[in-house]
C-alpha cells in the first residue's frame, strides 16, 4: 500500500522485503479502538435522536444523553434551563450540550491518537507503515482547528456542572428525598466524568502547566500535581467514562420505558 | 542454561542487502549486543553495529528487534523464547551505512536548528539561583540519551521521507520544550515550533514514547504541553482577534 | 602516494568526551579553528556514564567546605603522589567550571535556597559533588554538546557556515600525530573515517588529546569499546611521555551478576545515600578494612554510621565511603577468604535500609537499569557486587597550567592525561578535572599557536607511513597462521586481567611481560576479512597496538614499583614506602619496532609542594606518607619529633 519511492522504502534505506517486521499481535489495538467507539457512535446517536425515554420523573433521574434538555418537546419537569428549541426530530433535545461534548472529545489529545492510530492508520501501530502517500498532520485545515481544545474542554467543564446539579436533585422521590440504585450510578457517572475533564491535556496546561515557576505558584503547582496524576489515566478514563455514559443513559431508559423499575434505597 | 539461538541479521548498505540466517550461542543473563558480539567475534567479523557504553545509557545501539525500534543492550534474551528466530535490522527511518549502521546525520542537523539556552543578562556565573520544582521538568527530558529511537519510529519521517526538512523529530520538540520549561531562559521558541520545527505535524499518536528506553513522557510532557503553549499563543480566538485588530504582524 | 582528505585547522581536540568538549569550546572562544575528533558519534563519549557527580567546594550544602579542603581530599586520596600544582588548580577552579556550566543551561539537582545541590562521597570530607540524580555525566556532555551548538549557531549569524571555526568530525579514529622533522612539534594527525575507511589528514600545530582511558585491556571493565589507551599510545609514539602508569583504580562496586550487567558500576552515591557492603554471613565488613592512615576519620561501629546519614556534625561517616582502592582492596579480602556472594563478589544492600519510593526517588536511573537491563530489582534484593577496571590514574605527562606534554604542541586532559589524581582518584574528581583541565588545555593550545612564528610542517613520508601501519591487517602475515583480532584482544584481556590486576605479584607481572611479548608476535599475523567500510574488525585490529603499548606500560611500571600505594597493590610490598611517594615512573617508547614499539620505564623525582600548600596538612598526617628529610620543612615539625621522642621515652621508662 506504501508508495516505492517513500516511507521506509526510501531509496538507501535499508531494503527489506516486508514493509513491518513486526510479529506480535500489532493490529489488535486498532481494531479493539474501532469496535468500541463505532459501538458508543451507534448508540449515542440512536439514543440522541430518539426523544423518549430519558426522564425519570418520580426520582427525577436525567440522563446525560439530555441534559440540559432545552428542546420545546421535553418534558417539563426535565428542562431546568426551560424549553426553547424547536421540536424536531433532527434537533436533539440537548441539542445545546451535545455538540460541544462531541467535540471535546473528538479534539480530546487521547481520543485523537484513538482515531488516528485505528481509523485512519496514520500509523496503524508504532514501525508500522501507514497507507497514505501524503502526510501534513495536524498543520493544515481542517485538522488545525484541533488546537481549540482549550474551549471545548471549557464547555464541557460547563456541562459537567449542569450533569452534577443533574444528579443531585436527583435524590428524590414523590414524598421527598428519596436514594435509589438510580442515583448511585448518577453520582458514579458524574463523578468519573470530572475526572475525565478535569484529566484532560488542556486542563493540566491551564491549571499550570503553562508556569514557567511553579515555586512561585504554590497552590496552582499543587492543583497542577494533582490534575497531571489524573492526567496519566486520561486513556481510562476515556474509556471508561464511554462505558458508564452508556450504562447510565441505559439504566435511565430502562426505568423511564418501565422496563424494569429503579431499586429503591429510600423512598 | 545456554542454548543455539536463532538470529536473522540484515546485512548491506545503501545499494542494497538482505536478512542473513545465523546460529549463535546464547547464555542466561544476556541481551541481544552480548549475543551480536558473540556473532561478530566467531562468525562475522566485519558485521557492522554501534554500541559503546552497553548499559543503557549512551543511546548507540540503536536497532528494530522483530520489528520494533529498541535498543539492543536493553533487550534481554530472556523476552524470546528458545525457538524463536529473531530478527534484528538498522532502524528504518535513516540511510543505512552498513549492516546495523545507520546514518544518523538528520538528527545532528536538526539539534543545530534549535536556538540554544538565552539566560538573562547581566546573571553571573554562580548566582544562578533555580528551584528544585523548577527544573524537574525539564530535567526529565535531559535524561534523554539521543538514541533517536523516537525519531526513527515516528511516522512523520518515518513514513514521509519528504517531510524530514520541515520536521524536526519528537527529539527536538522535546528539546524545544525543554527550554521553554528552564526556569532561566528568556527566549520564546513557541513560533518557531510550529512554524520551523513542524510541531503541527506531530499527530499526538505516541509512538515516541513507546519506543523511548529511558521512559521520557515525550507526548504527555512535552509535546502536547508544547501544542498547549502554542496554542495559547497563536490559536487563542481572543488573541487571534487582538492580533487581527491591532494588525500585530507575527514575526 | 596515499590518497588522503585533507583538513586544516588551529587547534585538533581528538575526543569529544568532557575534556575534549571543553578544551574545543575554550579554544573556539579563543577565535582559533578548532576540530573535535571522536570515534564515536557525537555526544555518545564515556563521560556519560559518570553518575555519581562533579566534585567542586561551593559550599552549597556545607559552607565549612573551600578549595583547601578539596586540595587535602584530593591528596589524601591520591596518597600524596598527585602533582600537587594541578590538584590546587584543580580544587581551585572547579566551582568556576560547573557555575559556568548553568550558563551553557546545565540543570543540576537544586538546594532549598535555590543553589546547586550537592552530596557526599567517598574520600570528600564534605557535601560536595554537583550532581543530576545519577546522571551527571550525561548531563555534562548534553550541556557541552549544546554548548558547542550554540557556538556554531554564532558562526553560522556570522558567516553562514555552522562549521567555519568548530566542527566535529564524528565516527573517526586518529591513528598517529605527525611531527615536525626539524622541531619535533605536532605538525599534525592522521586517521579515517570509519563509515567509509577512507583516510583523512588533520594539519594542525596543536593536538589536545582527550581520548579517555585504558579499560579494554581488562577483562573487567566498565569501559566502553573506545577506552582502548589511543591517547596514551599515539603521545608515546609521538615522543611524549606518560606518568604513574602503574595506577589502574578498579572501581570497588561493579556487577558480578547477572551478565548483561557485568561490569556496569553501581555509584558511590548508593552507599553515600544509605547502602551498605555486606559479607555472605550478613556482618559489614568495613569496619574491619579501616587502614591506620585514616583512623579516626570514619565510624567505628554500624550505629554510629547509621547516625551519620542524618547527623553528620556530631558523628563520623561509614567507612563503606573510604576512598575506592581501600574498598576494591577489602571486598577482595573478603571473596578470598571465602566470605564472598555466589558469583565472587559481596553484597551491596540498599533494599533493606530503604523504602521503595525513596530508592526510586533517589537513584531513579539505577533502579531503571538494573530493572531493565537485568531484570534485577535493586528495591527488594541486594546487589552483587565486586572490583572492576574504571580508571587509569596514569597519562601523559603534562605541565599543570597549560597542560602541554613535553611534545611541543600536544596538550592532554581527563583520563588520558596524567598526575592530578596521584596514585587514586577520588569519585567525582573526574568530572571537575575535566572542566578544569580540558579549559586549561584548550587555553594552552591557544596560547602555544598564537606564539608560533612558523607553522610545523607535515611530511608525506610520514603520511604514507601511517597509511601503511593503518592498512596492515589487510595483508596476510608473511609466515604464520592469521590471526583474528577478536581472540588476540580476549587473549591480551585475560592477560592483563589474570596477572596485572587489582593485585600484583613481581614474578606474574613479569609472567606478563613474557606472554605481552608473545601476543604482540601474533599482533604480525593479525589479517581482517571484509573491506575497509564500517569494518569493526580491522577498526580493533587498529586499536590493539594501542592497548599493547598500553599494557605494556602498565606492566613495566607495575613491576619497577616495589610497594603498594593506591591503585597499585603488590602482595610482595604491601606496604606504603615514603621513599616511594616522591618518585614517578616515566614510560616512554623506543624505537625498536614500527607496528608496536616498546616502552621504557625510568624513574624520576617529583617536585616537592610549595611550602603554602605543605603547610595546609597537619604534620602527624604526612608523617604516615613522607620521609623525616622532607617533614623537616614543615613548621610543626618540631613538636611533632618532640612528641615522638617524648613517646619513645615512656616505652622505655
Known amino acids: ?267 | 542454561m545456554s542454548y543455539i539461538g536463532q538470529f536473522r541479521v540484515w546485512r548491506g548498505d545503501s545499494n542494497g542487502g538482505s536478512l542473513e540466517d545465523f546460529e549463535v550461542e546464547v547464555n542466561e543473563g544476556e541481551v541481544i549486543l552480548d549475543v551480536i558480539h558473540r556473532l561478530q567475534a566467531t562468525q562475522a567479523p566485519d558485521l557492522a553495529v554501534r554500541w559503546n557504553c552497553k548499559a543503557g545509557k549512551c543511546g548507540s545501539c540503536s536497532a528494530e528487534i522483530n520489528g520494533k525500534p529498541r535498543l539492543m543492550c536493553m533487550t534481554r534474551m530472556s523476552t524470546f523464547s528458545e525457538g524463536e528466530t529473531i530478527t534484528i535490522t538498522p532502524m528504518r527511518a535513516f540511510t543505512v551505512v552498513r549492516d546495523l549502521v545507520t546514518d544518523v546525520s538528520y538528527n545532528y542537523e536538526k539539534a543545530r536548528q534549535v536556538p540554544s539556552f538565552q539566560p538573562p543578562e547581566g546573571l553571573a556565573p554562580g548566582e544562578y539561583r533555580m528551584q528544585q520544582v523548577d527544573v524537574e521538568r525539564s530535567q526529565e527530558f535531559r535524561k534523554c540519551i539521543e538514541c533517536f529511537l523516537c525519531q526513527n519510529t515516528c511516522h512523520v519521517v518515518r513514513d514521509h521521507e519528504e517531510n524530514k526538512p520541515a520536521f524536526s523529530g519528537p527529539r527536538f520538540l522535546m528539546r524545544i520544550a525543554e527550554l521553554e520549561m528552564h526556569p532561566l531562559d528568556t527566549a520564546d521558541r513557541r513560533d518557531m515550533a510550529q512554524d520551523e520545527h513542524g510541531l503541527g505535524y506531530c499527530n499526538i499518536t505516541k509512538c515516541c514514547t513507546e519506543v523511548c528506553p529511558e521512559g521520557i513522557h515525550i507526548t504527555d510532557n512535552a509535546l502536547i504541553p508544547m501544542k498547549e503553549r502554542v496554542a495559547g499563543r497563536r490559536y487563542d480566538p481572543v488573541v487571534w482577534l487582538g492580533n487581527k485588530l491591532f494588525r500585530r504582524n507575527r514575526s | 602516494m596515499t590518497e588522503v582528505e585533507r583538513h586544516n585547522y588551529d587547534v585538533v581536540v581528538i575526543g569529544a568526551g568532557g575534556a575534549g568538549l571543553r578544551a574545543a569550546i575554550e579554544a573556539r572562544e579563543r577565535g582559533l579553528r578548532t576540530a573535535v575528533v571522536c570515534k564515536s558519534l557525537f555526544g555518545k563519549a564515556h563521560t556519560v556514564m559518570a553518575e555519581g557527580g562533579c566534585a567542586a567546594s561551593m559550599g552549597n550544602v556545607n559552607s565549612n567546605d573551600n578549595w583547601q579542603v578539596h586540595f587535602r581530599d584530593t591528596m589524601r586520596g591520591g596518597k600524596f603522589l598527585n602533582n600537587w600544582r594541578m590538584a590546587e588548580l584543580h580544587a581551585k577552579e572547579a566551582p568556576d567550571r560547573v557555575w559556568e556550566l548553568e550558563t551553557y543551561g546545565a540543570l543540576f539537582d537544586r538546594t532549598p535556597d535555590g543553589k546547586i545541590s550537592q552530596r557526599n562521597f567517598g574520600g570528600h570530607t564534605y557535601p560536595r559533588l554537583a550532581h543530576v540524580g545519577d546522571r551527571t555525566g550525561l548531563e555534562l556532555i548534553r550541556t557541552m554538546q549544546q554548548k558547542i551548538v550554540s557556538l556554531q549557531q554564532e558562526d553560522y549569524a556570522e558567516t553562514g557556515d555552522y562549521e567555519a571555526k568548530l566542527k566535529v568530525f564524528a565516527e573517526c579514529t586518529i591513528t598517529e600525530l605527525l611531527t615536525d622533522d626539524s622541531s619535533g612539534a605536532i605538525s599534525g594527525a592522521f586517521g579515517y573515517w570509519r563509515e567509509s575507511g577512507r583516510f583523512v589528514l588533520f594539519e594542525a600545530p596543536a593536538v589536545v588529546m582527550a581520548t579517555g582511558g585504558i579499560g579494554k585491556s581488562f577483562k573487567v571493565t566498565s569501559n566502553s569499546w573506545e577506552y582502548t589507551g589511543d591517547g596514551h599510545a599515539l603521545a608515546l609514539r609521538a615522543g611524549a611521555t606518560l606518568i604513574n602508569m602503574e595506577f589502574v583504580q578498579f572501581h570497588p562496586t561493579g556487577m558480578v551478576w547477572p551478565p548483561s550487567v557485568k561490569g556496569i558500576l553501581v555509584t558511590e552515591g548508593v552507599r553515600g545515600d544509605g547502602g551498605v557492603l555486606k559479607n555472605s554471613e550478613g556482618k559489614r565488613f568495613m569496619f574491619d578494612y579501616v587502614p591506620d592512615v585514616f583512623k579516626g576519620q570514619y565510624a567505628e561501629t554500624p550505629e554510629e554510621a547509621d547516625r551519620w546519614y542524618t547527623d553528620q556534625e556530631n558523628n563520623r561517616r561509614t567507612p563503606d565511603l573510604l576512598p575506592r582502592d581501600e574498598v576494591a582492596r577489602a571486598i577482595n579480602s573478603e571473596v578470598k577468604e571465602g566470605r564472598g556472594s555466589p558469583h565472587g563478589g559481596v553484597f551491596l544492600d540498599i533494599a533493606s535500609r530503604m523504602s521503595a519510593e525513596e530508592i526510586k526517588r533517589r537513584l531513579p536511573s539505577m533502579y531503571h537499569q538494573f530493572k531493565e537491563l537485568a531484570d534485577v530489582d535493586i528495591t527488594k534484593e541486594p546487589m552483587e557486587v565486586g572490583p572492576t577496571c574504571h580508571y587509569v590514574m596514569g597519562g601523559i605527562e603534562v605541565d599543570p597550567d597549560s597542560a602541554q606534554s613535553v611534545v611541543p604542541g600536544l596538550f592532554a586532559a581527563g583520563e588520558c592525561s596524567g598526575g592530578m589524581h596521584g596514585s587514586n582518584r577520588l569519585g567525582g574528581n573526574s568530572l571537575s578535572d575535566l572542566l578544569v583541565f580540558g579549559r586549561r588545555a584548550g587555553q594552552g593550545a591557544a596560547d602555544y599557536v598564537a606564539g608560533l612564528d612558523r607553522r610545523p610542517v607535515v611530511l608525506q613520508s610520514d603520511v604514507d607511513a601511517a597509511a601503511r601501519m593503518a592498512l596492515l591487517p589487510f595483508d596476510p602475515p608473511e609466515s604464520g597462521e592469521p590471526e583474528n583480532p577478536y581472540t588476540l584482544h580476549q587473549d591480551l584481556q585475560q592477560t592483563m586481567n589474570d596477572l596485572v590486576g587489582i593485585i600484583r605479584k613481581a614474578d606474574e607481572i613479569e609472567q606478563a611481560l613474557e606472554r605481552l611479548a608473545e601476543l604482540k608476535t601474533r599482533m604480525r599475523r593479525v589479517v581482517v576479512e571484509g573491506h575497509r567500510q564500517y569494518n569493526p574488525g580491522w577498526h580493533l585490529a587498529i586499536d590493539l597496538r594501542n592497548m599493547f603499548m598500553v599494557s605494556e606500560a602498565v606492566a613495566k611500571a607495575a613491576l619497577m614499583r616495589t610497594e603498594s600505594r593506591g591503585g597499585h597493590t603488590r602482595d610482595d610490598y604491601p606496604q606504603l614506602d615514603a621513599e616511594w611517594r616522591k618518585t614517578l615512573l616515566v614510560c616512554s617508547a623506543t624505537d625498536d619496532d614500527e607496528l608496536v614499539p616498546g616502552i621504557k620505564v625510568e624513574r624520576k623525582e617529583q617536585e616537592p609542594m610549595r611550602q603554602d600548600l605543605f603547610e595546609l596538612f597537619d604534620v602527624e598526617e604526612l608523617s604516615k606518607y613522607y620521609t623525616e628529610e622532607e617533614l623537616a620543612a614543615h613548621p610543626d615539625y618540631q613538636s611533632l619529633a618532640a612528641k615522638g621522642n617524648a613517646e619513645a621515652g615512656k616505652e622505655e621508662a
Not at chain 1, 417539563?76 to 434551563?81: D, T
Not at chain 1, 449542569?162 to 448518577?186: C, H, K, R, W
Not at chain 1, 484532560?200 to 497542577?224: A, D, E, Q, T
Open chain 1, 1 to 267: 500500500m506504501t508508495a516505492n519511492d517513500t516511507g521506509v522504502n526510501a531509496p538507501l534505506r535499508a531494503r527489506l522485503p516486508v514493509s513491518t517486521l513486526r510479529v506480535d499481535r500489532w493490529w489488535m489495538g486498532p481494531a479493539l479502538t474501532v469496535a468500541g467507539l463505532t459501538v458508543f457512535v451507534v448508540y449515542a446517536t440512536f439514543r440522541a435522536f430518539q426523544q423518549a425515554h430519558y426522564f425519570v420523573e418520580d426520582y427525577h433521574y436525567l440522563t446525560p444523553f439530555y441534559s440540559p434538555c432545552v428542546s420545546e418537546g421535553c418534558v417539563e419537569a426535565s428542562s431546568l434551563f426551560g424549553r426553547f428549541l424547536p421540536d424536531h426530530p433532527l434537533i436533539p433535545y440537548a441539542a445545546l450540550s451535545l455538540p460541544f461534548l462531541l467535540l471535546f472529545r473528538l479534539t480530546c489529545y487521547y481520543y485523537r491518537k484513538a482515531y488516528y492510530r485505528s481509523f485512519w492508520l496514520s500509523p496503524p501501530a508504532c514501525a508500522v507503515p501507514e497507507p497514505h502517500r501524503k502526510y501534513t498532520g495536524e498543520t493544515r485545515f481542517p485538522l488545525i482547528l484541533q488546537n481549540i481544545h482549550r474551549y471545548f474542554f471549557y464547555a464541557a467543564a460547563i456541562v459537567s456542572v449542569i450533569n452534577t446539579y443533574d444528579a443531585i436533585i436527583a435524590f428524590q422521590s414523590p414524598e421527598g428525598f428519596g436514594f435509589g440504585l438510580g442515583n448511585v450510578i448518577l453520582v458514579v457517572n458524574v463523578a468519573l466524568l470530572w475526572s475525565y475533564t478535569i484529566s484532560c491535556h488542556s486542563c493540566r496546561h491551564v491549571i499550570g502547566g503553562r508556569l514557567k515557576h511553579f515555586s512561585k505558584h504554590p497552590i496552582r503547582y499543587w492543583m497542577w500535581t494533582k490534575v497531571s496524576l489524573l492526567n496519566a489515566r486520561h486513556m481510562q478514563l476515556a474509556w471508561i467514562t464511554l462505558g458508564t455514559l452508556m450504562l447510565t443513559d441505559f439504566y435511565i431508559a430502562l426505568v423511564a420505558g418501565g422496563v424494569i423499575s429503579d431499586l429503591r434505597f429510600i423512598g
